[in-house]
T-cell receptor
Framework: DQQVKQNSPSLSVQEGRISILNCDYT??????FLWYKKYPAEGPTFLIS?????DKNEDGRFTVFLNKSAKHLSLHIVPSQPGDSAVYFC????????????FGSGTQLTVLP | GAVVSQHPSRVICKSGTSVKIECRSL??????MFWYRQFPKQSLMLMAT?????????EQGVEKDKFLINHASLTLSTLTVTSAHPEDSSFYIC?????????????FGQGTRLTVV
């Protein structure tokens, strides 16, 4: 049973526009959520996180929104750049410290020039 | 600079042989190390969790006798794939964790691409 789901395996966006990546979860015990970016044959790169006590966190071009009632989070990238093309994973933790992470299946983002 | 060093980045081995992958913490003492495996176009699946000085805890479906994990110190963990078979070909990634360590969510290794022929 997948506790963290990314239902869109791929997304294409024009350069300069907004990219919105979505993630749903089922475990109500999750209290800390993270987004990672990953290139092929490399380890994940941490992008941004959000605690369940917040509904928004922003860092530069990246903003994460959390809707606890819907068990849904999203990552917004504005403006999108070709270098953002990668696989994006959302992850969740139930211990508030990101010790044990459960990953989604990933979304391949392609930003078209 | 890099906090985690994982080696080798790529390895090709013959079926039936063993391969050792190293994961080193460069800047801090990692109390916990995680090993993940990623098959093409799939998620990162946790294989095992190891705490320094104790036996690793394996996830359901992961054979502990096939994937030997040693966490002998706070700065080094190794994963040995024993008697490798083609179905073990995958991307293996380590992750370091230390409670209270700043940015601990970012401490992933660079990954190892294992190809068994």
């Amino acid at each position: 049973d997948q506790q963290v789901k990314q239902n869109s395996p791929s997304l294409s966006v024009q350069e300069g526009r907004i990219s919105i990546l979505n993630c749903d979860y089922t475990n109500s015990m999750f209290d800390y959520f993270l987004w990672y970016k990953k290139y092929p044959a490399e380890g994940p790169t941490f992008l941004i996180s959000i605690s369940s006590i917040k509904d928004k966190n922003e860092d530069g071009r990246f903003t994460v929104f959390l809707n606890k009632s819907a068990k849904h989070l999203s990552l917004h990238i504005v403006p999108s750049q070709p270098g953002d093309s990668a696989v994006y994973f959302c992850a969740a933790s139930a211990d508030g410290s990101a010790r044990q992470l459960t990953f989604g299946s990933g979304t391949q983002l392609t930003v078209l020039p | 600079g890099a906090v985690v060093s994982q080696h080798p980045s790529r390895v090709i081995c013959k079926s039936g042989t063993s391969v050792k992958i190293e994961c080193r913490s460069l800047d801090f003492q990692a109390t916990t190390m995680f090993w993940y495996r990623q098959f093409p176009k799939q998620s990162l699946m946790l294989m095992a969790t190891s705490n320094e000085g104790s036996k690793a805890t394996y996830e359901q479906g992961v054979e502990k006798d096939k994937f030997l994990i040693n966490h002998a110190s706070l700065t080094l963990s190794t994963l040995t794939v024993t008697s490798a078979h083609p179905e073990d070909s995958s991307f293996y990634i380590c992750r370091l964790f230390s409670p209270g360590q700043k940015n601990t969510e970012a401490f992933f290794g660079q990954g190892t691409r294992l190809t068994v022929v």
